[in-house]
């Protein structure tokens, strides 16, 4: 729950753990002083499930990361669903409609929220999403899932709930 959609650390300067920025793509949970202070070019996601990385890249720039997140305001993404499962892998399910992608995404209900990620929804309309992919997400289906994949309610790939050890770098 370190980096729940909820946490401080996504709105404050204050780093977390900074010995786990050492230790490489492991499970230990850090933030460094680089999210605040690091302008970049690109973003490169992993998420780690099992043994097994996957990785993706956002072409965006940006002061930093602080600036497109602490703010909560909503800056989009272009990549599409299929890049987005591409982290989690044959098991990724997302329902069809709605796939609002990006930083601070949110559907309309308030409850379904990715920090960095794309929620999708069983109609058109984002309002009552039931599925994500994402970091530093919260709501429906699964609360206490805070990076990797949810969903329910007619996903393209049935009910789901795969959690993951996140990466996030900047380039």
């Given at each position: 729950m370190t980096f729940h959609y909820d946490s401080k650390y996504w709105s404050d300067k204050n780093e977390y753990n900074l010995p786990g920025g050492k230790t490489g793509f492991d499970s230990q949970e850090t933030k460094l002083p680089t999210y605040w202070n690091t302008s970049f070019s690109k973003i490169c996601l992993g998420m780690k499930i099992g043994q097994k990385i996957k990785f993706i890249v956002i072409n965006k720039r940006a002061k930093s990361l602080y600036l497109l997140i602490a703010s909560g305001q909503f800056h989009a993404t272009s990549l599409s669903r299929?890049?987005?499962?591409?982290?989690?892998?044959?098991?990724?399910?997302?329902?069809?409609?709605?796939?609002?992608?990006?930083?601070?995404?949110?559907?309309?209900?308030?409850?379904?929220?990715?920090?960095?990620?794309?929620?999708?929804?069983?109609?058109?309309?984002?309002?009552?999403?039931?599925?994500?992919?994402?970091?530093?997400?919260?709501?429906?289906?699964?609360?206490?899932?805070?990076c990797g994949n949810a969903a329910t309610n007619e996903a393209d790939n049935g009910a789901k709930s795969i959690r993951a050890m996140g990466y996030i770098l900047v380039q």
């Open positions: 299929d890049k987005w499962k591409i982290l989690i892998g044959p098991d990724a399910s997302l329902q069809t409609g709605c796939n609002t992608e990006g930083f601070n995404s949110m559907c309309t209900n308030l409850e379904t929220k990715a920090r960095i990620g794309i929620l999708g929804n069983s109609g058109s309309r984002c309002d009552n999403c039931d599925s994500k992919i994402g970091f530093g997400t919260k709501g429906h289906p699964d609360r206490f899932n805070t």
